[in-house]
């Protein structure tokens, strides 16, 4: 017994950037008992589960799936196509280039990172000058994360994929789209993209603890001349669904199967393009509430310009630290709980919100009004109508 009321009690909203909100169709599909993992419909649903799957990645070619977060697929991907030695270059919008640039060190490669802080897009001019004094095409592949989840910075692939045309340069074209698949537009087969790593649990709505590599046939010939690659992490028997059972070596993380055929099943129902389409809306709505917020001078958003934000997450920042207080209040007295600042100078400053996958237009404005509740509660300057705004973008 608490002696003070608490408003927090009811439904809490995670609103992080991942795990995400999880629909009740996948909490349903996973209440089961445990499949036969030899026969029967777990391995009978494994084909029409790859098709859909490479659906939501816009691609005809092969899908290898692991039991294992983002971090795992970074290092499955890059096992198959980097061999010690060889180097990758990672033009950087945040923490998570780096983490991956550190993957592909401990497996022996060579990162050459391009560091574009933590609040803008990739340069192209920096990133050619480094193709171009590649003469001997060293670098093997470019690891390019779409959205970079601590700053919210959306990169440009097919401007990417361009600029290797355009220099004639070999390297595997590699995407992370951990925070980006099922949220922002991404279209791996038209948009040239080589290799693409995504995991389950944010616009794939599953709980973590499954991953998937996508690679196209280019991937598949550097794969053919790597002097070895792992067992484990090995995609040639996971990407065969005859082999279902060699795909995981081992036992198939079978209630996340269940889980993710009914979240591909909501996908395709709703149709991609739309899916795509709410996520651009509803990430309107948020960053008018936020420029609106932004006119009292003390809360900012970290991407400037509209054309390089995420639909899925936006990083913010506020002065005096009260990144952390604003976090806490309203976890603790509104049952809505926000990202923490993620790989950015001023930790305490920083916020993140996740509006990726199972989010509709009412849960937006709910959760601005959390954040709104929380601003006046700890008296933070800010521009007034910010929810009328962001109401109207919705209703237009
Ligand atoms: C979440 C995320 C990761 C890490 O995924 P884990 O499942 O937490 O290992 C990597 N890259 C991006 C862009 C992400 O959003």
Redesign the pocket.
């Known amino acids: 017994m608490t002696n003070h009321i608490s408003l927090a009690q009811g439904r809490e909203y995670l609103a992080i950037?991942?795990p995400s909100v999880m629909p009740d169709a996948v909490l349903q599909a996973m209440h089961r008992p445990s499949p036969n993992i030899y026969d029967g419909a777990l391995i009978e649903m494994m084909p029409d589960l790859t098709r859909d799957l490479k659906r939501v990645a816009r691609t005809e070619h092969n899908v290898a799936i692991y039991i294992a977060?983002?971090?795992?697929t970074?290092e499955a991907a890059l096992s198959n196509v980097i061999a010690p030695g060889e180097v990758v270059l990672a033009p950087a919008s945040g923490r998570?280039t780096y983490?991956w640039a550190e993957m592909a060190e401990g497996i022996g490669a060579k990162p050459q990172l391009i560091d574009f802080g933590t609040s803008s897009p990739w340069h192209f001019d920096l990133i050619a000058e480094a193709l171009r004094a590649d003469e001997a095409h060293d670098i093997k592949a470019v690891l390019a994360?779409h959205?970079?989840?601590s700053t919210s910075v959306r990169n440009d692939i097919p401007a990417l994929r361009a600029l290797l045309d355009d220099l004639s340069h070999p390297a595997l074209l590699m995407a992370?789209c951990?925070?980006s698949l099922g949220c922002d537009r991404f279209e791996m087969d038209a948009w040239g993209v080589d290799v693409m790593v995504t995991?389950c649990?944010?616009g794939l709505m599953t709980p973590?603890g499954v991953?998937f590599v996508f690679f196209n046939e280019k991937a598949a010939a550097k794969r053919a001349t790597m002097p070895r690659v792992s067992q484990y992490w090995d995609w040639v028997p996971r990407a065969q669904p005859d082999l279902f059972y060699q795909y995981f070596d081992g036992t198939a993380p079978t209630h996340h199967l269940y889980g993710l055929r009914a979240a591909l099943d909501l996908i395709h129902a709703e149709g991609l393009e739309h899916v795509w389409a709410r996520h651009e809306r509803l990430a309107t709505a948020i960053w008018t509430a936020c420029e609106t917020w932004a006119e009292g001078g003390a809360l900012h958003l970290n991407v400037a310009d509209r054309a390089h934000r995420s639909h899925a997450v936006t990083a913010l920042r506020l002065s005096d630290g009260q990144g952390t207080p604003l976090r806490h209040f309203t976890e603790t007295q509104l049952g809505l709980t926000l990202g923490i600042g993620l790989g950015m100078e001023d930790w305490d400053g920083c916020f993140r919100v996740g509006h990726m996958g199972h989010v509709n237009a009412q849960m937006v404005m709910a959760m601005l009004g959390g954040v709104e509740t929380a601003l006046a509660a700890l008296k933070i300057p800010r521009g007034k109508g910010a929810l009328e705004a962001a109401a109207a973008t919705l209703a237009a």
Do not use: Y
């Open positions: 950037p991942g977060n983002g971090h795992g970074w998570f983490g994360v959205v970079d989840t992370d951990i925070a995991a649990q944010k973590a991953g």
